[in-house]
């Protein structure tokens, strides 16, 4: 059995990574989702992981779970279960969204800083010069791939794989914030990830926890 800890869906851009990869490689799994800086967040992170931080996949039973904590590290463990379908069959293609992911992953620290994920609703930050090069490069890569491979289907690589995932909460800080775009491709592709079904339902838990103000 598979548990994902995530953080508010409405807040957890790492959270939001693995989840999709869960959800769109039919993998089923249960969810516990711990409210951000809070007293029972630091309380019930530990009882999962000694990084203190989500998401965290915990695999298999009480007695021998295989813990993976860390958004990427997750998400290549989620690949070995569905036997190499959550990258690229072709070598070139897999080294290229191996690329772009871990870009991601350790890159972009002030377009994350200055524009936070955001599931929900609207904000209005003005992104200082580092973040608009941040902005741009994003637009950047995915113009690339959706140019590139824009035969082999709609995602980044054609088929949907875990680079897809790993952007998709840029594409709702694109949203959030009111983003400019570089080019009605990118634009259609931040508009695809958005209205993907998962995403939807992964938004309509945030606008809820929102409503609710839940973890508050
Ligand atoms: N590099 C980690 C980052 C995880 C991370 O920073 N998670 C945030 C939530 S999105 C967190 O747990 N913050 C809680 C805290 O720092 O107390 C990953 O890829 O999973």
Redesign the pocket.
Known sequence: MLTLVI?NKN?????L?PWLVLQHFGLPFEEVKLP??TPA??RD?VKYTA?????VLIDGDAASPITI??????AEYLNEKVQGRAWPSDTALRAHARAVSAEM?SGFAALRTYWP?KSTGKGSVELPPEGRADAARVQQIWQECRTQYAQRGPWLFGEYCIADAMYAPVALRFRHYGATFSSPIVEAYQRQVIEDSHMQAWLADALQEVNSNWGA
């Open positions: 953080g807040l957890s851009s790492w959270s990574r951000l800086d967040f630091h992170i990084s203190r931080r989500a998401p904590w860390d958004s990427l590290a997750i992953h994920m």
